[in-house]
């Protein structure tokens, strides 16, 4: 599904969509509102949003998208709908958000993110990119655009605390491998450091990789490692991060200076 409130944009999307074999594009929306009342009726794999929107904006509607219950058995029109297979999808697969805008905004980025889009990527991006996303986004995986991937850094790390200097009697201890490697920050504070998980060396190379948009496959082939060991090492993560995807992973390890 495609929404966005200019029709001439949103007609062009369609029409790189309807060149992809493997795509169908079974609804368009021209609001936020619009949007999460057909999402239940017409059960989209993915979402492509806009995010600057007259009434209600795509991050809101993202939110409300992500916070419903697509299950089976569930009443069309309600918090959830019954998945009907041919219309958008398998039973068990989620409508998932791709933003696709034309805004690289620091607090634009974050909230969208934040408020579970599985993506975002700008409309400056060539056609192959937003294809590849698509599917990236319907696999499980996130997508962000070079750009802003690197808006995302450093808004994260634009909001760690400067902390004041501490008396020569009580320096702060930063595990010495830590700051060796680069995964924190000189100037993080003390209490975030002490609280800050612990990732090993390849750990955070593959966070690292994420943050640029690379697949499970991709890092593989980057690492000259298999894609089950990329896995495992992302259960890990996620399990010290205590998250359960590949953007908040993203988001919390910058957070922590940890990428």
């Known amino acids: 599904m495609v929404v966005d409130d200019h029709p001439i944009v949103r007609a062009g999307i369609v029409g790189l969509l309807d060149t992809e074999p493997d795509f169908e594009v079974v609804a368009e929306a021209e609001s936020g509102e619009q949007a999460i009342e057909l999402v239940p009726e017409m059960l989209p794999d993915v979402v492509l949003m806009d995010l600057r929107m007259p009434g209600m904006g795509g991050v809101e509607a993202t939110r409300c998208i992500a916070a419903m219950s697509l299950e089976p058995g569930a009443e069309p029109g309600s918090t959830g709908a019954e998945r009907v297979p041919g219309a958008g999808g398998s039973s068990a697969q989620p409508v998932r958000v791709l933003v696709f805008t034309t805004y690289e905004d620091d607090d634009q980025i974050l909230a969208a993110i934040e408020a579970g889009a599985g993506g975002y990527l700008v409309k400056a991006a060539p056609a192959a990119e937003l294809a590849a996303g698509v599917r990236a986004v319907v696999a499980g995986q996130t997508v962000l655009a070079p750009s802003v991937a690197a808006a995302l850094a450093m808004a994260a790390r634009g909001r760690a605390v400067v902390p004041e200097a501490a008396p020569a009697s009580e320096p702060a201890v930063v595990p010495s491998g830590d700051v060796a490697e680069g995964r924190v920050p000189a100037n993080s504070a003390a209490e975030g450091l002490r609280s800050a998980p612990r990732l090993t060396a390849r750990e955070a190379e593959i966070v690292g990789l994420v943050a640029e948009g690379l697949s499970n496959p991709e890092i593989a082939a980057r690492l000259f490692i298999g894609e089950s060991t990329v896995k495992t ?17 993203v988001i919390r390890a910058m957070e922590f200076g940890l990428i």
Do not use: I, Y
């Open 233 to 249: 090492h992302l259960l890990h993560v996620f399990e010290k991060l205590e998250v359960s995807d590949r953007t908040r992973a």
